[in-house]
């Protein structure tokens, strides 16, 4: 038998091919399970790290995360729940009762003195609204958004088209977009219903529409 004499670097290339036969590798993990074996391992390396420096160790973070459930459910019973302002109803009155423009802004004044001024800029726009139609600005209709009547108005009213846009565009960013409302929010907002109610006031009533309301 001849013998045969192999370099290291031979023998380290022969064996490396040698293990890729296949039949080393029938029982090897599928390559994902390998990878899921190995994050469960860092993830259990990560919270005995931590168990170990946490006081009381698992019973302290069990105990902790009660806490967190406890105060986030809390947080919620006291915000409410969190609404999804894009699927809320476009229409500034939809199905709620009617009511004169004083009303409104009474609701108003009330939502904003208990500080819930994102109610209190809706009563407020609708105030305007309906004061609008009390003055026969233009005609009741169900379903009128506050971009429609401020478009309405301001056909009728043009000197105070700017103003008329100004509160719709507060509303909308308010109720439907990411703006916060607060304080001086409202007052700018009471501050165009007056300017607007005035407006109206002093345009002659017409006497051919009708105000009887929907």
């Not at 946490?54 to 006291?78: D, H, N, S, T, Y």
């Not at 004083?102 to 209190?120: I, K, S, V």
Request: with cysteine; glycine share 6%; hydrophobic share 40%.
């Amino acid at each position: 038998m001849v013998p045969i004499d192999l370099g290291r670097d031979d023998a380290a290339a022969a064996a490396r091919l040698e293990l890729t036969n296949p039949a080393y590798h029938r029982d090897d993990q599928p390559w994902y399970t390998r990878i899921l074996n190995w994050v469960t391992d860092h993830i259990q390396s990560a919270l005995d790290q931590l168990s170990s420096k946490a006081p009381g160790g698992w019973l302290g973070i069990a105990i902790a995360i009660v806490i967190l459930v406890g105060l986030i459910a809390v947080l919620r019973m006291r915000l409410g729940p969190v609404r999804r302002r894009e699927t809320l109803d476009p229409m500034l009155f939809g199905d709620t009762e009617v009511l004169t423009s004083t009303a409104h802004r009474t609701a108003g004044d009330e939502y904003a003195r208990t500080g819930r001024y994102h109610d209190a800029l809706r009563e407020r726009m609708r105030a305007i609204v309906r004061c609008l139609e009390e003055r026969a600005i233009f005609e009741p209709r169900q379903g009128r958004t506050a971009d429609e009547a401020a478009n309405d108005a301001a056909r009728v009213l043009p000197d105070v088209a700017i103003p008329l846009h100004e509160a719709a565009r507060t509303f909308d960013a308010v109720w439907y977009g990411r703006h916060r409302a607060d304080a001086s929010t409202y007052t700018r907002m009471v501050d165009l219903d007056a300017t607007i109610t005035e407006a109206a006031t002093q345009r002659p009533r017409a006497t051919t529409r009708s105000v009887s309301p929907r």
